[in-house]
Every structure is written in C-alpha cells, then in structure tokens.
C-alpha cells in the first residue's frame, strides 16, 4: 500500500510569494496534518483535518490555510512567504479510531526562500 | 505550559544499549509517542505508550510514567543505522502532537 505521499519534494520561492503544498494521506485514513519542522528542532504543529473540518490549528500566522478534500488529500498554503518560512513541511495521516493513534508521515517538501 | 525535554545527542558504541530519556508537562494526555528521523527524512513511528509501563517491539522498548511525566527510549544491540535524531511526543486531549526537540543519537564503531 501507499504511504503519505506529498508534491513538491523541493521547492524555492522569493519572499512575498505565496506557495502550496499538496498531501495525499495512506488510503483510508480521513485526518490529516500539516507540521513546520526547523533544522535542528523538532517539528511545529500547524493544522489538523478531520473529515473535511479543521480540528486544530497551531500558533501561526494567518499567512497560513489549509483545506481538506472530499478525498482527503490536503493542501497547505502559505502567503506572503518571509524568509523564516524556509523550513520541511511534513504532512501526516491517521487512521481514526481506538487502537489507532500513530501518525505516518510523507516524505516532506523542503520549502526555501530566498 | 506544555512542554518536553530530552538530551540534545547522545553517543554509543556499536552493539551496546543506550537509553534515551524525556520529560513532559502537557495539558491533557493521550499517549507519549517516540519516532526516529534520519538526516533530511521524514519521521518513522517506533512506539506509542499510553499506560504506565514497559513495551518492548525486537531492539527496541519504551517505558513510560505518567506520574513522573517521564519516558525513555532504549535502543539494544546498536547498529550503524541506528543513528538518527529520536523524537519524544505527546498527544494532547485535542489528539494533536507536541513534540520535543530530539535526541541526536550517535554510533561509533
């Protein structure tokens, strides 16, 4: 079976654009989120999705959105890009339910800007 | 506050045991995770404890303490491959992940 697969793998922006990031969850689980993760630090929560809903939302910036669709593949977008937003943008995915409680993670897009 | 503290690196010898320790203070509790993270990939799941105690998956166990807020990761009969970044995470009443800064972990021949 698949795993989280994500696009792009890389990406370079200059500062004010705005970007999105696609997910696609394993085939079957219907929540969804979105992490920030820094060199040298562990990663920062952004958003979560369940069943098309937001769930969660971490401390960023409006800048930041997401959406989940009827799939529940995702995207996040990020405007106004600053240069601090060069970070990985790892997705995860997981199975609702007792029993399940761990997320998979994708390989991530490496978001640099310049 | 919500927050997790674990060693920043670590170094071991190859075939011994090392033993990776993290503290928490979070509001609401649902479960301390471990995951393992190569340089420039995405993190592995290892192991979820949600009960006071000691589970044990091949080379690797996990114990935790919700009393103490406290977990450690040991890591038996070390291989190069072993090396990585280990990532402590709780999950808190809302199921989302917070997560400390990692554990770089070092093998030596």
């Known amino acids: 079976d698949a795993g989280v697969t994500q696009s792009p793998t890389h990406l370079i922006k200059t500062r004010g654009q705005h970007v999105t990031l696609r997910c696609s969850p394993i085939?079957?689980?219907?929540?969804v989120s979105w992490y920030q993760q820094v060199l040298g630090q562990g990663p920062q929560f952004i958003f979560q999705?369940?069943?098309?809903?937001?769930?969660g939302r971490g401390n960023f910036p409006d800048r930041f959105s997401a959406r989940q669709f009827p799939n529940y593949s995702s995207e996040l977008n990020v405007n106004a890009l600053l240069l601090g937003d060069s970070a990985l943008y790892l997705c995860?995915?997981?199975?609702?339910?007792?029993?399940?409680?761990?997320?998979?993670f994708g390989p991530g897009t490496r978001l640099l800007v310049l | 506050g919500q927050n997790i503290d674990q060693p920043t690196e670590m170094t071991a010898t190859e075939g011994a045991i090392v033993q990776i320790n993290c503290t928490y203070q979070t509001s609401g509790f649902n479960g301390l995770f471990w995951y393992q993270q190569h340089a420039g990939e995405a993190p592995t799941f290892l192991s979820y404890?949600?009960l006071d105690g000691l589970e044990e998956k091949g080379r690797f166990s996990s114990f935790l303490s919700r009393s103490k807020g406290y977990s450690y990761l040991l890591l038996k009969e070390l291989q190069m491959k072993d090396s990585a970044s280990y990532l402590c995470?709780?999950?808190?009443?809302?199921?989302?992940?917070?997560w400390g800064a990692g554990t770089k972990l070092i093998i030596k021949p």
């Open positions: 995860a995915s997981r199975l609702e339910g007792a029993g399940h409680m761990a997320q998979y």
């Open positions: 085939s079957g689980h219907k929540s």
């Open positions: 404890n949600v």
């Open positions: 999705y369940y069943e098309k809903e937001e769930r």
């Open positions: 995470a709780t999950m808190d009443s809302n199921y989302q992940l917070i």
